[in-house]
């Protein structure tokens, strides 16, 4: 069966013996099926049952990543943008960005915005950070206590985190003028790092959960990779982040240095090798990914932030076998793709390694 395919349309395609079925609608005369039709909606029904549970359902044991939002800008394969979330014994601890639809998969996982302590933007494109109004609001509704908010710094002509937060909250002149709106005022810290630093800066510490940050190559604008250490465990967060020099085959020393030796590391794929025009100053080719990936010595890679744009070859998910082949000829350790929901048990990694 084809991922999407309706049931109905399943069942229609095997050997009949002159019955109907319509959805919704009588009952199926499953006696007139063939056993081998009854034997194979049966099977798969069961199987996209233990694959749902295996994809979507942390064990809240440990310290766990999953996945919020594993696509990028376009909706049409049904991903959220990118968002991330580090868990620590069932509790969750950081979110990484806040693209279109993590909203919803943030409360999908179990989690609350008031229960975290660190939501991090990366950058303020809108399939990064275009939900942070709705999670910050239905953090203020539900009890938040200063939350910290981190995010790069600005430029002349993008607004750094604090600017951003401004031009939503301000009492004002915000997008969204919170005491006029609730009567409330969200609690919270900025944390603006510079982007343009190409030493790692401390964005929070509180017990043995240590976030850190460095400017990572986006086009010109200010964008930060992040590195998260708890638990004795460690997960490093590319972002959208280009290859380097006039051709783009290099990369970012300051990035592979904040995250060299993680356990787990999330990359954006985003674009194809074959990428030509505006795509290749925003984001690195599969060839490059695969040699920071090396470069940080990581064994567990996980690649998101997976699109396509119908007719447009540039983008990875329009021929990703070939893609992925491109960066395992420069990577050697495991790759995992992305999924919404999926979570990723990092302390049996690191174990294993």
């Known amino acids: 069966m084809v991922k999407g395919e309706s049931i109905q349309t399943f069942v229609q395609q095997i050997d009949w013996k002159e019955t109907k ?132 710094s600005g430029s002349k002509a993008i607004p750094g985190l604090k600017d951003f937060l401004d031009s939503l909250f301000n009492a004002k002149t915000g997008a969204f003028p919170w005491p006029k709106l609730s009567g409330r005022k969200p609690k919270l810290r900025a944390v603006e790092t510079d982007f343009q630093s190409n030493s790692p800066v401390k964005i929070y510490k509180d017990g043995n959960l240590r976030v850190t940050a460095v400017g990572v190559p986006h086009a010109k604008l200010p964008t930060l990779g992040y590195r998260v250490d708890i638990g004795g465990v460690s997960v490093g967060f590319g972002a959208d982040q280009a290859g380097t020099g006039s051709d783009y085959t290099g990369f970012s020393r300051a990035f592979v240095k904040l995250v060299q030796g993680v356990d787990v590391l999330v990359m954006d794929f985003a674009v194809s090798e074959e990428v030509k025009g505006g795509p290749i100053r925003f984001h690195a080719k599969p060839s490059v990914v695969g040699k920071i990936a090396q470069a940080v010595g990581v064994r567990t890679l996980v690649l998101s932030h997976l699109f396509k744009v119908d007719g447009n070859p540039n983008f990875s998910l329009s021929n990703l076998e070939s893609n992925l082949a491109h960066l395992k000829n420069h990577y050697s350790g495991t790759v995992v793709l992305a999924e919404d929901l999926k979570c990723i048990e990092v302390k049996k990694i690191a174990k294993k390694q």
């Not at 009588?26 to 909606?41: F, K, S, Y």
């Not at 310290?63 to 969750?92: F, M, T």
């Not at 809108?126 to 981190?150: C, E, F, I, Q, R």
């Open 21 to 152: 079925m319509r959805w919704g609608g009588e009952r199926l005369p499953i006696v007139l099926l063939r056993p081998l039709a009854v034997a194979a909606l049966i099977l798969f029904l069961s199987v996209s049952v233990v694959f749902g549970m295996e994809d979507t359902t942390c064990k809240k044991t440990g310290i766990e990543l999953q996945i919020l939002g594993s696509g990028g800008p376009v909706g049409w394969d049904e991903r959220a943008s990118s968002g991330y979330l580090v868990w620590a014994n069932g509790r969750p601890q950081v979110m990484i960005d806040a693209g279109g639809g993590t909203f919803l998969r943030l409360h999908q996982a179990g989690a609350r915005v008031k229960d975290l302590k660190l939501l991090s933007i990366t950058h303020f494109h809108p399939d990064h950070a275009s939900d942070l109004p709705a999670l910050l609001w239905s953090g203020t509704l539900s009890g938040m206590k200063n939350l910290v908010v981190s995010g790069p």
